[in-house]
């Protein structure tokens, strides 16, 4: 998915002394090498691999860390939003209303339970869903908002809270892209009905395969998720009700808690290269990303918009500078979703996000000569190419 190599057939010597990865999760490996090998001598020693002390204590950490009363940890990020929407009674004929940029998992696991995802255009300086043109999206089906905190970039929950506490409806926040995040102070996940994470590699908060939690503080909500994370058993071996396989691997969990005490410190880092950034492109003919006063962002990645976005981008890789578009197509256009009836111009703010945004590369081990490298290389595009 991430393009984590470059390809090897850069510019000149001098004009591309060396390769900028978009991102390395390796890095952070071996800055925690010994703590991480003894988190997992631990849990190898313990004879205890399924669920255990390593998860229930990552699960009591992450809702501490959120301000929340519940954290259930569940196989990935996917099934944390799925078997949220699951416990909240989500199912055939319902809809849920959500934002067409974004992953395609957070649509999916609506698609998954028979129920329809509506989707609703993004703002065009935050990529988040518009709550100003949510309320005419809602009709009798309606069940859940499901607003995405997209690039780490906390969405409009202010807005979105209080047009679904009128409506009486459910808020999922998909946290997937923004642990760490907040908006007024709070935590991204922990303000709507139930918050949704994961823990793929490349997360702010990632782990070395899959992982995924659901924070509430909601005690039925939580036990409920609970229950359907083991097959819905309750006790083992007696099911009222049919659940899935879906528990965070203790491997993954402790190194996981082993990694969590360093969040902050990264996701700062992550701001400061996103500063950087500001201050060196701001006068070049692209969007950069948006900033308020209300909130944190953690820029899971760093996204530019411009016209000139395909050329800007084969400019970079000739140059050993990776980038990513993400993504290129929104959900309301995907094949899948034709029998949804959204046409090309539906929704065309988040059409034109697919076509004019990429990432730039970001991760908190850059350097100040890689991120220079990509400063120079983006300056010189506009310089020679006007
Ligand atoms: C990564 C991601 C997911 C899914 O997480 P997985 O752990 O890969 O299943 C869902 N929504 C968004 C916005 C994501 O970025």
Same mark, same amino acid.
């Given at each position: 998915? #991430?393009?984590?190599?470059?390809?090897?057939?850069?510019?000149?010597?001098?004009?591309?002394?060396?390769?900028?990865?978009?991102?390395?999760?390796?890095?952070?490996?071996?800055?925690?090498?010994?703590? *991480?090998?003894?988190?997992?001598?631990?849990?190898?020693?313990?004879?205890? =691999?399924i669920?255990?002390? @390593?998860v229930?204590? /990552?699960?009591? @950490?992450?809702?501490?860390?959120?301000?929340?009363?519940?954290?259930i940890g569940v196989a990935n990020g996917t099934d944390a939003?799925l078997l +949220?929407?699951?416990?909240?009674?989500?199912?055939?004929?319902?809809?849920?209303?959500?934002?067409?940029?974004? /992953? /395609? @998992?957070?649509?999916?696991?609506?698609?998954?339970?028979?129920? %329809?995802?509506?989707?609703?255009?993004?703002?065009?300086?935050?990529?988040?869903?518009?709550? $100003? *043109?949510?309320?005419?999206?809602?009709?009798?089906? %309606?069940?859940?908002?499901?607003?995405?905190?997209?690039?780490?970039?906390?969405?409009?929950?202010?807005?979105?809270?209080?047009?679904?506490?009128?409506?009486?409806?459910?808020?999922?926040?998909?946290?997937?892209?923004?642990?760490?995040?907040?908006?007024?102070?709070?935590?991204?996940?922990?303000?709507? +009905?139930?918050?949704?994470?994961s823990f793929f590699?490349?997360?702010?908060?990632?782990g070395?395969g899959d992982g995924g939690l659901i924070?509430?503080?909601?005690?039925?909500?939580?036990?409920?998720?609970?229950?359907l994370r083991v097959?819905?058993?309750?006790?083992?071996? =007696? !099911?009222?009700?049919?659940?899935y396989n879906s528990r965070l691997d203790?491997?993954q969990a402790?190194?996981?808690?082993?990694?969590?005490? !360093?969040?902050?410190?990264?996701?700062?880092?992550?701001?400061?290269? $996103?500063?950087?950034?500001?201050?060196? *492109?701001?006068?070049?003919?692209?969007?950069?990303?948006?900033?308020?006063?209300?909130?944190?962002?953690? =820029?899971?990645? =760093?996204?530019?918009? %411009?016209?000139?976005?395909?050329?800007?981008?084969?400019?970079?890789?000739?140059?050993?500078?990776?980038?990513?578009?993400?993504?290129?197509?929104?959900?309301?256009?995907?094949?899948?979703?034709?029998?949804?009836?959204?046409?090309?111009?539906?929704?065309?703010? $988040?059409?034109?996000?697919?076509?004019?945004?990429?990432? #730039?590369? #970001?991760?908190?081990?850059?350097?100040?000569?890689?991120?220079?490298?990509?400063?120079?290389?983006?300056?010189? /595009?506009?310089?020679?190419?006007?």
């Amino acid at each position: 998915m #991430l393009n984590q190599s470059n390809n090897g057939q850069a510019g000149g010597p001098e004009s591309a002394p060396r390769e900028v990865p978009l991102l390395d999760p390796s890095l952070q490996y071996e800055s925690l090498k010994e703590p *991480l090998h003894e988190a997992i001598r631990g849990v190898l020693e313990s004879g205890v =691999y399924i669920m255990g002390p @390593a998860v229930a204590g /990552f699960e009591e @950490a992450v809702a501490d860390y959120c301000g929340v009363k519940h954290a259930i940890g569940v196989a990935n990020g996917t099934d944390a939003l799925l078997l +949220t929407l699951d416990a909240l009674g989500v199912g055939p004929g319902d809809e849920v209303i959500t934002t067409p940029f974004t /992953f /395609f @998992a957070t649509a999916e696991v609506v698609s998954r339970l028979g129920a %329809t995802p509506v989707f609703v255009d993004i703002e065009p300086d935050t990529y988040n869903i518009d709550a $100003a *043109l949510l309320e005419q999206a809602i009709t009798a089906r %309606t069940k859940a908002i499901l607003p995405v905190h997209l690039f780490g970039q906390p969405a409009d929950m202010g807005a979105i809270m209080a047009i679904a506490e009128r409506h009486g409806l459910f808020v999922v926040e998909d946290a997937c892209q923004a642990i760490g995040s907040r908006y007024r102070g709070r935590a991204a996940g922990s303000i709507g +009905t139930a918050g949704c994470f994961s823990f793929f590699p490349t997360k702010n908060l990632g782990g070395s395969g899959d992982g995924g939690l659901i924070v509430t503080n909601d005690d039925e909500l939580a036990q409920r998720i609970r229950v359907l994370r083991v097959h819905g058993s309750n006790p083992k071996y =007696y !099911h009222a009700v049919v659940g899935y396989n879906s528990r965070l691997d203790a491997l993954q969990a402790a190194m996981l808690a082993v990694k969590l005490p !360093h969040l902050d410190a990264w996701n700062a880092a992550r701001r400061e290269r $996103a500063l950087a950034y500001h201050e060196t *492109l701001w006068d070049l003919p692209i969007q950069l990303p948006a900033e308020a006063d209300d909130r944190y962002p953690v =820029y899971h990645l =760093y996204i530019i918009q %411009t016209d000139r976005r395909d050329e800007l981008l084969r400019y970079l890789a000739e140059r050993g500078i990776a980038s990513g578009v993400y993504y290129p197509v929104p959900l309301h256009l995907q094949r899948v979703y034709e029998p949804l009836g959204y046409g090309i111009g539906s929704l065309p703010v $988040a059409e034109r996000a697919a076509l004019g945004t990429m990432a #730039l590369p #970001l991760y908190p081990e850059m350097s100040d000569e890689q991120q220079e490298c990509v400063i120079m290389a983006v300056r010189q /595009f506009f310089a020679e190419r006007g």
